[in-house]
């Protein structure tokens, strides 16, 4: 077979063709990824996406966030296929809009979380393994559509004060120690380009900031998406 005809019967990936211009908001916990979404709310032509806690927090009754903290070498593997499949939903959303603007994504459960429970012996070996394959079937399936992803760059003692003055219920045991992890994580893949795709733009945003002072870092962050979706 030619090359032209092996080319005419790849299929299609799913939703592929149908995704606007997509920006993807990253940090780590507690970094101000909600807030940035909300700056976004007054802008028409966006379709906004947040990150669904609330039904990761209630799965048929179940609050699997909590299960995933409490008893985390049980719960992190299923906690973390229903992340995947909670982010598959609104990376596929199909949208009018001309921009897509997600908090957080398949990536960062994928390069960030799932690599670090690996790495600190929460996911066993086979476990992983199952969550590779599944993203290895995903990649070659579904179109997951990125043109930016803004990087909420913090550092991890000051999302670590701000994760305790929340008080999230079921983050009430997350050490210090968990965010300097995921600080790591998010920093090799999104500043070192060590995962993914290093080809996918990235603006870092500085949001140690406190919200009187970061005005001006989202004024830059919404010329950047306007500039690049035209
Ligand atoms: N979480 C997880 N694995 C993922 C995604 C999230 O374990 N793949 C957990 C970490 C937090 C909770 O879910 O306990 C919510 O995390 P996020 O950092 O995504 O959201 P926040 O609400 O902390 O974001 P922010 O404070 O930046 O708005």
Known sequence: RTIKTM?????PKYAENNQ???VLIEGNIGSGKTTFLNHFNKFDDICLLSEPVERWQDVGGCNLLDLMYKESNRWAMPFQTYVTL???EMHTKPTDKSVKIMER????????FVENMYANGTLHKGMYQILQDWYRFIEKSIHIQADLIVYLRTSPEVVFERMKTRARSEESCVPLKYLEELHVSHEDWLVHRKRGNPNTPVLILNADLDLENIGSEYKRSEDSIFKASI
């Open 105 to 112: 994504s398949l990536f960062s459960s994928r390069y960030c």
């Open 20 to 22: 606007p211009f997509t």
């Open 7 to 11: 080319a005419l019967t790849r299929s």
């Open 86 to 88: 909670t982010m598959l």
